[in-house]
């Protein structure tokens, strides 16, 4: 069946490091999000890619979707220990279907 | 806060019993999904349904089974429960059913089945 893969499965870095997570599907996605869940928390929605080769920028994260709509990345610029969490990449393929979870990057920083 | 509720927080019980989750969606939001989290797994989806209708089924085991209500509310019932069905039980709701609207998530419920 239809699978969003996501890499790393764990990212151990140092504070002030950047740190990416990757995206990959075998099909074409209509549109990927990205959530993040802070350890003991619920999944939080962060954005919304639709267009291809889109790019979109939320302070310190920016998020990616490929030209061919089928891989996704978000890039955290000097990372912080507040952005510990496991990330996850959710993606839709056509008009219909719901959406499909990554197994998510869980991210410690060191301080 | 996202505005969806889920009860209980906890809930421990023993093999082969029947469990019942309670999910209240964001008000306005017509669709409800379910989702397992076992430890350090991702989110397997469960099934969805919008405005009572059951919309689309992921990898539910035939002994779960759910339903929404014509308030929106919605259960999740588990029953001959197995060591393996304790995780982390997610329910999340979004104003539309057709997955170009974020899903805003409840606080979750943790079933421990001894």
């Known amino acids: 069946g239809q699978q969003v893969m996501q890499i790393p499965q764990y990212q151990h870095v140092q504070e002030g490091e950047d740190f990416t997570t990757y995206c990959n599907s075998s099909?074409?996605?209509?549109?990927i999000q990205w959530y993040k869940q802070r350890p003991g928390g619920h999944p939080v929605f962060l954005i919304q890619?639709?267009?291809?080769?889109e790019v979109k920028k939320q302070k310190r994260l920016t998020f990616q979707f490929g030209e061919a709509k089928k891989n996704s990345s978000l890039h955290i610029t000097a990372t912080q220990t507040t952005d510990v969490g496991t990330y996850f990449c959710a993606g839709k393929r056509g008009s219909q279907g719901n959406l499909i979870f990554g197994k998510g990057t869980k991210l410690s920083v060191k301080p | 806060d996202s505005g969806v509720t889920q009860t209980p927080k906890h809930l421990i019980t023993a093999t082969g019993q029947r469990v019942t989750l309670r999910c209240s969606p964001r008000?306005?939001?017509?669709?409800v999904y379910w989702y397992q989290q076992s430890l350090d797994q991702g989110l397997q989806f469960l099934i969805q349904?919008?405005?009572?209708?059951?919309?689309a089924k992921g990898n539910i085991l035939e002994r779960f089974s759910a339903q929404q209500f014509p308030d929106l509310h919605s259960e999740l019932n588990l029953s001959s429960l197995e060591l393996g069905d304790s995780a982390l039980y997610f329910c999340a709701s979004s104003v539309t059913g057709q997955g170009n609207n974020e899903q805003f998530f409840g606080p979750g419920t943790r079933l421990t089945v001894l």
């Open positions: 099909t074409t996605l209509s549109n």
């Open positions: 349904y919008y405005n009572g209708e059951e919309r």
């Open positions: 890619l639709v267009k291809s080769g």
């Open positions: 008000s306005g939001d017509l669709s």
